[in-house]
């Protein structure tokens, strides 16, 4: 059973900077293509930032591109999300998410295994 846990979260001002991470159990984190994604209250989760299984190709949503930074460490079987100058519009659980596939990875349906997310709140 692969198991996703979040961490990292908190309140933060805005121009802040917090970084999550995502322990993977189970099966080597290598196995999988890795994302991030967000959703506040009734809005649907939203794609924030994917990372290839090698790290080497990385790819973000346009609101997060230049203020976030995804990364991966496959030999301690997690994966990181740097968030600087952060907005209050950033505020949102954050959940971190494989893909066992070989999509772009930016469509939350591409991925089968998902973390209990993490609360972000930034304040003005």
Same mark, same amino acid.
């Given at each position: 059973?692969?198991?996703? &846990?979040?961490?990292?979260?908190?309140?933060?001002?805005?121009?802040?900077?917090? *970084?999550?991470? @995502?322990? &993977?159990?189970?099966?080597?984190?290598?196995?999988?293509?890795?994302?991030?994604?967000?959703?506040?209250?009734?809005? !649907?989760?939203?794609?924030?930032? $994917?990372?290839?299984?090698?790290?080497?190709? $990385?790819?973000?949503? +346009?609101? &997060?591109?230049?203020?976030?930074?995804?990364?991966? +460490?496959?030999?301690?079987?997690?994966?990181?999300? =740097?968030?600087?100058?952060?907005?209050? !519009? +950033?505020?949102?659980?954050?959940? @971190?998410?494989?893909? +066992?596939?070989?999509? *772009?990875? $930016?469509? !939350?349906? !591409?991925?089968?295994?998902?973390? =209990?997310? $993490?609360?972000?709140?930034?304040?003005?």
């Amino acid at each position: 059973q692969v198991q996703l &846990v979040e961490s990292g979260g908190g309140l933060v001002q805005a121009g802040g900077s917090l *970084r999550l991470s @995502c322990a &993977v159990s189970g099966r080597t984190v290598s196995s999988y293509r890795m994302g991030w994604f967000r959703q506040v209250p009734g809005k !649907e989760r939203e794609f924030q930032a $994917t990372i290839t299984r090698s790290g080497y190709t $990385t790819s973000y949503a +346009d609101a &997060v591109k230049g203020r976030f930074t995804i990364s991966r +460490d496959n030999a301690k079987n997690t994966m990181y999300l =740097q968030m600087n100058s952060l907005k209050p !519009e +950033d505020t949102a659980v954050y959940y @971190c998410a494989a893909a +066992d596939g070989f999509g *772009r990875g $930016t469509m !939350e349906n !591409e991925y089968v295994y998902w973390g =209990q997310g $993490t609360q972000v709140t930034v304040t003005s």
